[in-house]
């Protein structure tokens, strides 16, 4: 049916055309036209075809109409049990629907019937509480009205009727229920009987505290037991709680008032007075002696040297064992006795304060377990008046001391005791320590002053009634050398910054008195040997202070001496070494005179470069050298034995002489120099003269 042309189209060649265009690609026609056949031939051959095929097609459906007759009727049974199964699901589907509405109602329902018990067991255990916390049973009645108080049924009956009575001061609905309001009276009869009895059992453990014999520790260990009761009375029965409290303060402030007032009357008997009030640095060397033994000591001035030196007082100013009061810091407190045995200041303050620091840790530690939260501000109230009672005490005592070593131990002491309680985490007494070290510096730093006005030149009377020799050690001498000695090994923490001027003033102080007097001596040279013996001996002292103290260090990190100590004593030694090459040189300059001119004048030649050739004499350098040798033994001998005259004291002789050796090694060596710079004949002197390691050998043996 593609090739075939419409008529109307074709009849006109414009129509022919665009027939040709429009089926120019189709194979059948390209093949008609290339076999160069007739079309309107090919038409009717193909139309003839055409209708042979459709008669065979109405014969085969004439054939099978039978077969598509069933076919048909076998279709619409189908459809009809299609439609009875549509009906059955669909009244199928409207059942679903319905057991969906019926097990959601379900659902709904079973929700409301759980929201409902949950509601009710709420509500059943709110009221079960309600009524537990409110109800007042007959045995609760009966403890808390019959019951000993002492006992455990009525501290769980005050236990329960404490629940209850915060319960229902904690929720204002609850009070203004209908069922609190049956209550109510039973439950404030209950209340107020509880405090009374609770008020009368605290009130009678509080008043045995009063009694001359009780143990207030004791007392207070029975009635830390009873501590739920003022718990109880703090929240229930303000009004008891508050005359509970004044009554105990008031109590226990009286005994221990009492018993402090008591302990320091009987210690102030016990107290051995090591510095007496007139005794200072530079007091003459007679204070505090009775006139009686005055008289015996002009008797007998065969031993006046050995009692002068008892006299001195110097040992007033030692530590000696004194510091072992620091090692028993910890034990027991001193018990008075008309038998016990004087003991120095530090020994009372150290006793006095062990009894202080236990009685308030114990009485701390009391009061914030018992009194709870009022703990803090009730221990300060019982012990401001036992403290300031102390204060005042140690304040009138500080005033009349005048030990500067037992202010400087109770300073230590102090310091120790806090912190011990710093290591217990105890601030009871942060703020007496505080307050007893502001009673102690100034009064170290007045004793201090006074001793330094006893040295200044217009004041100092140390001299008086000694007879000073070249070998005298005066007794200012030895009393600052204990003093200073004594306050190093106290160790330099103690001593604060604004006391260095002080410790450095009195240095300077002493040292001018010892230059002033060493001046006043008859004969030259001897001022030089007073001054070595004194300045020594306040060398020795300190440095046997410091080993001393570092045997006592417990910190490898400390220096063992103070910074002001180390000054003191680096002074001194400057002062010494200076003496030391005065003495030294004047000894040289006597036993060997031509040596020590030739090396004077040698040595002024060689800082000028002028030649030694010209300016030395080779006759008096020969002549020097040939003396020197001949009899250096000699001066040696007599050397040694000046010096021995002169320091008795061991270690000073063997200082001496050992600087007075070198000082000849040195000399007699810078001649030997000088006479190598003169040439050939000075080296033929040296050959001739005595050599160095020959005089070191002898030296060595002497």
């Given at each position: 049916?593609?090739?075939?042309?419409?008529?109307?189209?074709?009849?006109?060649?414009?129509?022919?055309?665009?027939?040709i265009?429009?089926?120019?690609?189709?194979?059948?026609?390209?093949?008609?036209?290339?076999?160069?056949?007739?079309?309107?031939?090919?038409?009717?051959?193909?139309?003839?075809?055409?209708?042979?095929?459709?008669?065979?097609?109405?014969?085969?459906?004439?054939?099978?109409?039978?077969?598509?007759?069933?076919?048909?009727?076998?279709?619409?049974?189908?459809?009809e049990?299609?439609?009875?199964?549509?009906?059955?699901?669909?009244?199928?589907?409207?059942?679903?629907?319905?057991?969906?509405?019926?097990?959601?109602?379900?659902?709904?329902?079973?929700?409301?019937?759980?929201?409902?018990?949950?509601?009710?067991?709420?509500?059943?255990?709110?009221?079960?509480?309600?009524?537990?916390?409110?109800?007042?049973?007959?045995?609760?009645?009966?403890?808390?009205?019959?019951?000993?108080?002492?006992?455990?049924?009525?501290?769980?009956?005050?236990?329960?009727?404490?629940?209850?009575?915060?319960?229902?001061?904690?929720?204002?609905?609850v009070?203004?229920?209908?069922?609190?309001?049956?209550?109510?009276?039973?439950?404030?009869?209950?209340?107020?009987?509880?405090?009374?009895?609770?008020?009368?059992?605290?009130?009678?453990?509080?008043?045995e505290?009063?009694?001359?014999?009780?143990?207030?520790?004791?007392?207070?260990?029975?009635?830390?037991r009873?501590?739920?009761?003022?718990?109880?009375?703090?929240?229930?029965?303000?009004?008891?709680?508050?005359?509970?409290?004044?009554?105990?303060?008031?109590?226990?402030?009286?005994?221990?008032?009492?018993?402090?007032?008591?302990?320091?009357?009987?210690?102030?008997?016990?107290?051995?007075?090591?510095?007496?009030?007139?005794?200072l640095?530079?007091?003459?060397?007679?204070?505090?002696?009775?006139?009686?033994?005055?008289?015996?000591?002009?008797?007998?001035?065969?031993?006046?040297?050995?009692?002068?030196?008892?006299?001195?007082?110097?040992?007033?100013?030692?530590?000696?064992?004194?510091?072992?009061?620091?090692?028993?810091?910890?034990?027991?407190?001193?018990?008075?006795?008309?038998?016990?045995?004087?003991?120095?200041?530090?020994?009372?303050?150290?006793?006095?304060?062990?009894?202080?620091?236990?009685?308030?840790?114990?009485?701390?530690?009391?009061?914030?377990?018992?009194?709870?939260?009022?703990?803090?501000?009730?221990?300060?109230?019982v012990?401001?008046?036992?403290?300031?009672?102390?204060?005042?005490?140690?304040?009138?005592?500080?005033?009349?001391?005048?030990d500067?070593?037992?202010?400087?131990?109770?300073?230590?002491?102090?310091?120790?005791?806090?912190?011990?309680?710093?290591?217990?985490?105890?601030?009871?007494?942060?703020?007496?320590?505080?307050?007893?070290?502001?009673?102690?510096?100034?009064?170290?730093?007045?004793?201090?002053?006074?001793?330094?006005a006893?040295?200044?030149?217009s004041?100092?009377?140390?001299n008086?009634?000694?007879?000073?020799?070249?070998?005298?050690?005066?007794?200012?001498?030895?009393?600052?050398?204990?003093?200073?000695?004594?306050?190093?090994?106290?160790?330099?923490?103690?001593?604060?910054?604004?006391?260095?001027?002080?410790?450095?003033?009195?240095?300077?102080?002493?040292?001018?008195?010892?230059?002033?007097?060493?001046?006043?001596?008859?004969?030259?040279?001897?001022?030089?040997?007073?001054?070595?013996?004194?300045?020594?001996?306040?060398?020795?002292?300190?440095?046997?202070?410091?080993?001393?103290?570092?045997?006592?260090?417990?910190?490898?990190?400390?220096?063992?001496?103070?910074?002001?100590?180390?000054q003191?004593?680096?002074?001194?030694?400057?002062?010494?070494?200076?003496?030391?090459?005065?003495?030294?040189?004047?000894?040289?300059?006597?036993?060997?005179?031509?040596v020590?001119?030739?090396?004077?004048?040698?040595?002024?030649?060689?800082?000028?470069?002028?030649?030694?050739?010209?300016?030395?004499?080779?006759n008096?350098?020969?002549?020097?050298?040939?003396?020197?040798?001949?009899?250096?033994?000699?001066?040696?001998?007599?050397?040694?034995?000046?010096?021995?005259?002169?320091?008795?004291?061991?270690?000073?002789?063997?200082?001496?002489?050992?600087?007075?050796?070198?000082?000849?090694?040195l000399?007699?060596?810078?001649?030997?120099?000088?006479?190598?710079?003169?040439?050939?004949?000075?080296?033929?002197?040296?050959?001739?003269?005595?050599?160095?390691?020959?005089?070191?050998?002898?030296?060595?043996?002497?």
């Amino acid at each position: 049916t593609d090739l075939c042309f419409p008529m109307d189209d074709c009849n006109t060649l414009v129509g022919l055309a665009q027939d040709i265009e429009r089926f120019a690609n189709r194979e059948q026609l390209a093949a008609i036209l290339d076999s160069g056949a007739n079309p309107e031939d090919f038409l009717s051959d193909y139309e003839s075809k055409l209708h042979v095929a459709e008669g065979r097609a109405i014969a085969d459906y004439i054939a099978e109409a039978d077969n598509l007759l069933e076919l048909n009727v076998n279709i619409e049974k189908c459809d009809e049990v299609l439609q009875a199964l549509e009906e059955v699901l669909r009244r199928f589907d409207q059942s679903l629907g319905s057991a969906s509405d019926e097990i959601m109602g379900l659902q709904r329902r079973s929700e409301d019937m759980r929201r409902r018990m949950e509601n009710g067991k709420s509500v059943q255990e709110r009221l079960s509480s309600f009524i537990e916390k409110i109800v007042v049973l007959p045995s609760l009645i009966e403890d808390v009205m019959k019951a000993h108080v002492s006992s455990k049924r009525f501290e769980d009956a005050l236990t329960t009727l404490d629940s209850k009575l915060r319960y229902v001061d904690e929720h204002e609905d609850v009070r203004m229920s209908a069922a609190f309001r049956d209550v109510a009276v039973e439950m404030e009869r209950l209340r107020l009987a509880a405090v009374k009895r609770c008020r009368d059992f605290l009130m009678d453990k509080v008043y045995e505290m009063r009694h001359p014999n009780s143990n207030i520790q004791v007392q207070q260990n029975v009635l830390i037991r009873y501590k739920q009761m003022i718990s109880f009375l703090r929240d229930h029965g303000h009004s008891m709680y508050e005359e509970i409290r004044t009554t105990y303060i008031a109590s226990v402030t009286s005994k221990f008032m009492e018993i402090f007032r008591n302990y320091w009357a009987s210690m102030e008997g016990l107290e051995e007075i090591i510095v007496p009030s007139d005794l200072l640095l530079g007091s003459p060397a007679s204070t505090g002696i009775s006139q009686g033994l005055s008289n015996m000591v002009s008797l007998f001035n065969s031993m006046r040297k050995e009692l002068h030196e008892s006299m001195d007082h110097h040992e007033a100013f030692q530590l000696n064992d004194r510091l072992d009061v620091l090692d028993h810091l910890h034990d027991n407190p001193i018990i008075p006795s008309a038998r016990q045995a004087k003991r120095p200041f530090e020994y009372l303050f150290a006793s006095l304060s062990r009894l202080l620091v236990d009685t308030a840790a114990h009485e701390y530690l009391f009061c914030k377990n018992f009194w709870q939260k009022d703990g803090r501000n009730i221990f300060k109230d019982v012990f401001k008046p036992v403290v300031d009672f102390i204060h005042g005490s140690l304040n009138a005592s500080f005033q009349e001391q005048n030990d500067l070593i037992a202010l400087l131990l109770c300073i230590k002491i102090n310091r120790e005791n806090f912190l011990t309680m710093s290591k217990r985490r105890n601030p009871a007494l942060d703020e007496h320590f505080d307050a007893v070290n502001l009673l102690l510096w100034p009064r170290v730093k007045h004793i201090l002053d006074r001793h330094l006005a006893s040295v200044q030149p217009s004041e100092y009377t140390g001299n008086e009634g000694t007879d000073i020799t070249s070998h005298t050690i005066l007794p200012l001498s030895r009393r600052y050398a204990s003093l200073m000695a004594s306050i190093l090994i106290l160790n330099a923490h103690l001593v604060e910054g604004s006391l260095s001027l002080n410790i450095e003033q009195l240095k300077y102080a002493v040292m001018n008195i010892l230059l002033t007097t060493s001046r006043q001596l008859p004969k030259r040279g001897q001022g030089t040997i007073f001054l070595l013996h004194n300045f020594h001996h306040i060398i020795s002292a300190l440095k046997c202070s410091v080993d001393q103290a570092d045997g006592r260090q417990e910190d490898e990190t400390q220096n063992p001496i103070p910074p002001f100590g180390k000054q003191v004593l680096e002074s001194f030694e400057e002062a010494f070494s200076r003496a030391l090459d005065l003495y030294v040189e004047a000894r040289i300059q006597a036993g060997v005179p031509h040596v020590s001119s030739f090396v004077r004048r040698g040595e002024a030649a060689v800082a000028k470069d002028a030649n030694l050739s010209e300016s030395l004499d080779h006759n008096t350098a020969l002549q020097v050298a040939l003396e020197f040798s001949s009899r250096w033994d000699k001066v040696l001998s007599v050397l040694n034995g000046e010096i021995r005259k002169d320091f008795s004291h061991e270690a000073l002789f063997a200082l001496v002489q050992k600087t007075a050796h070198s000082k000849i090694l040195l000399l007699w060596s810078r001649f030997v120099e000088l006479l190598k710079k003169m040439g050939e004949q000075g080296e033929d002197i040296v050959r001739r003269s005595i050599s160095i390691p020959t005089i070191m050998q002898t030296m060595r043996n002497n």
